[in-house]
């Protein structure tokens, strides 16, 4: 469904921040994309949802297809009507706006012929907007507004959601019930690329997971695997105080030896 090719983005014509970039998401599946802070994630998200430009970025080289087309330098609202739709980091939501008029917002690249079958799967998907569905979006919890986003984005009925860190500042509790509902919204039918740093969230849902440094892919693999691996354990889930010196993800000899096990 998306390639992305050997991608390269320049930011303000001087910042190479991917250098290189391949990924694919499949159809109907849960892509992870995971990366510690600064590794270019939302710049990937940029790059395929079109929003590059806004924040000085240019793509250099390289390409990326959705459905067979080449979308590299089409606008950003062509993507979103190609059924491309992203929540961006942080519930980038309008505060002063009821979550209806949200949602409603969420739709305008529709032609409105299937607002009411959205708007009913988005309030069965998440009954606590149904229940505050007059409410000003702004006074709701982080939560809350995070489920706003990504219903929102879901009004548009995208064959490919992209979610930038969707768990970021959630309660355990609710970061369970987020990754129920991306299972859900999966199992309609939407292929998800997730970006997170919580990698163990983010590998106990996906078909397939990536891991990014500093602009480049260092690993990617079956999902079950990655979570096994030493690295992933060490960087994401803190888990590895065996005190032994810290394999990098940058060690190309390393990685090649991992990918081999991974495939
Ligand atoms: P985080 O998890 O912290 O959000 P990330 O993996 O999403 O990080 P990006 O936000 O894509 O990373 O940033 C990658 C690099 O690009 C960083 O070094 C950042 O400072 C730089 N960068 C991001 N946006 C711009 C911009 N508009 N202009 C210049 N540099 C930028």
């Known amino acids: 469904m998306l ?28 892509v992870a994309l995971l990366g510690a802070n600064g590794a270019g994630k939302t710049t990937t998200m940029r790059a395929i949802s079109g929003l590059l430009e806004v924040h000085e970025g240019d793509i250099t080289k390289g390409s990326i297809h959705f459905g067979g087309t080449d979308i590299t330098h089409l606008d950003p609202s062509v993507r979103v009507k190609m059924g491309i739709s992203q929540v961006m980091e942080g519930r980038r939501i309008f505060a002063e706006l009821t979550v209806d008029e949200n949602l409603t917002a969420g739709a305008y690249t529709t032609d409105g012929k299937d607002f009411d079958r959205q708007y009913d799967r988005v309030m069965t ?7 505050r569905h007059k409410s000003v979006a702004g006074y709701m919890s982080g939560g809350e ?3 706003l986003a990504i219903g929102r984005a879901l009004m548009q009925d995208p064959e490919l959601l992209i979610l930038d860190e969707p768990s970021l500042g959630l309660a355990p509790k609710l970061v369970q019930q987020m990754k129920e509902i991306i299972v859900e919204i999966n199992g ?11 990698a163990n969230m983010a590998l106990s849902i996906a078909h397939h997971g990536y891991v990014m440094e500093t602009g480049k892919l260092v690993m990617d693999g079956d999902p079950k695997k ?17 005190g032994g010196e810290r394999k990098s993800f940058r060690d190309v000899k390393h990685y090649k030896r991992r990918k081999r096990w991974l495939s």
């Not at 998907?125 to 229940?131: G, I, N």
């Not at 309609?188 to 919580?198: D, K, R």
Request: proline share 2%.
């Open 188 to 198: 309609h039918g939407t292929s998800v690329l997730l970006i997170e740093q919580n």
């Open 145 to 147: 507004q995070q489920m």
């Open 226 to 242: 990655l979570l096994k691996d030493e690295d992933v354990q060490e960087f994401y889930l803190g888990l590895r105080s065996d």
């Open 3 to 30: 390639t992305v090719e050997n991608l390269e983005v320049v930011y303000n014509d001087v910042v190479l921040v991917l250098r290189g970039l391949s990924l694919e998401v499949g159809d109907g599946q849960i």
């Open 125 to 131: 998907l998440f009954p606590r907007l149904a229940e």
